[in-house]
């Protein structure tokens, strides 16, 4: 699932055709490279803002982020943003809230 594809939030969407792992409470969707650095992402959340993210899910270096529809998108998060992770740099593709 690609979050920017579908704005839903992925129980009305093909994600459990993904492989998907649950970790540290968020739901990591993952595409065909599996890259692990996701974990390092998450890791670097503080534990409010983790409680707050739903699932997410890397592409090419592009991050898409869906949060619990009861809270607020932290601004460092918002969509267009660049995040650095491990050795890269990701974007943030989609931050939405799950519909």
């Not at 998907?20 to 990591?28: A, D, I, P, Q, T």
């Not at 969707?29 to 599996?34: G, L, Y």
Request: proline share 3%; aromatic share 18%.
């Amino acid at each position: 699932m690609y979050i920017s594809h579908y704005k839903k939030s992925f129980r009305n969407t093909t994600v459990f055709n993904n492989p998907c792992s649950l970790y540290n409470g968020v739901l990591v969707i993952w595409d065909d490279d599996f890259d692990d650095r996701i974990f390092d992402f998450i890791n670097s959340l503080s534990e409010p803002v983790r409680k707050m993210l739903l699932a997410c899910s890397e592409r090419k270096g592009m991050l898409e982020l869906i949060w619990k529809r009861d809270t607020f998108i932290p601004t460092f998060y918002n969509q267009g943003n660049y995040y650095d992770v491990a050795t890269d740099t990701w974007y943030i593709q989609a931050s939405v809230y799950e519909e």
